[in-house]
């Protein structure tokens, strides 16, 4: 009987501690797995001076000094924030978002000249997110207590997204403010065959004369 082969042991490395740590952090950074994680804990390390140093920095002044604007909800270094400092700014216009993300990508079009409000997320009957848990309150007393002339609804296009812009209406009916909403539809060089029906639904139903 010939004796059983032996195979030779395969040792597995492990990162060092800080490494490891390093990547698990990076892990649970939104759209990065555990793979992306050591792609960019390398590319960092590679570039420690150039990259990870500063960014490491940059990490400890945000920590220390970002917050959250007590008046519309955006981040920034100041309180109040640069958009409700600006003097240049439209005061008779609120432009209603769901979180910070959306504000950022409103100022990237560079179209709208007003105010913001954050509201912080949406409301949830599946999540248990009711109106006392969102920035609802804060958003009709800065109505009430200003020259508010128009809120814009910029609530995304989902039933969470259209509930909260329905409950938000509701809430100011009693006040004499116009309420709007983002037009939905057709995007900028958007082909027909490629839109969801959905889509082609609000497009119509948002049409106007040209």
Request: proline share 5%.
């Amino acid at each position: 009987m010939q004796p059983a082969r032996r195979f030779p042991q395969i040792r597995t490395l492990m990162p060092a501690s800080d490494i490891e740590a390093l990547i698990k952090l990076l892990a649970k950074l939104p759209g990065l797995g555990p793979r992306s994680a050591r792609r960019a804990a390398l590319h960092m390390i590679k570039r420690r001076e150039s990259l990870m140093d500063p960014l490491a920095r940059a990490l400890a002044g945000a920590a220390q000094n970002i917050r959250t604007c007590s008046e519309c909800g955006n981040l920034d270094t100041l309180d109040p924030c640069a958009l409700c400092s600006d003097g240049r700014r439209d005061g008779s216009m609120i432009c209603v978002v769901e979180e910070v993300a959306d504000l950022w990508a409103m100022e990237r079009g560079g179209a709208f000249k007003g105010l913001y409000h954050v509201l912080g997320g949406t409301l949830s009957a599946l999540d248990g997110i009711g109106p006392e848990d969102l920035n609802i309150a804060s958003l009709i007393r800065r109505i009430e207590a200003g020259n508010i002339s128009e809120v814009i609804l910029a609530t995304n296009a989902t039933v969470d997204g259209q509930t909260t812009g329905h409950y938000i209406t509701d809430r100011l009916a009693p006040t004499n403010v116009t309420v709007s909403r983002l037009a939905h539809g057709v995007p900028v060089g958007g082909e027909l065959d490629y839109l969801d029906d959905g889509t082609l639904a609000a497009a119509l139903k948002s049409r106007r004369p040209v």
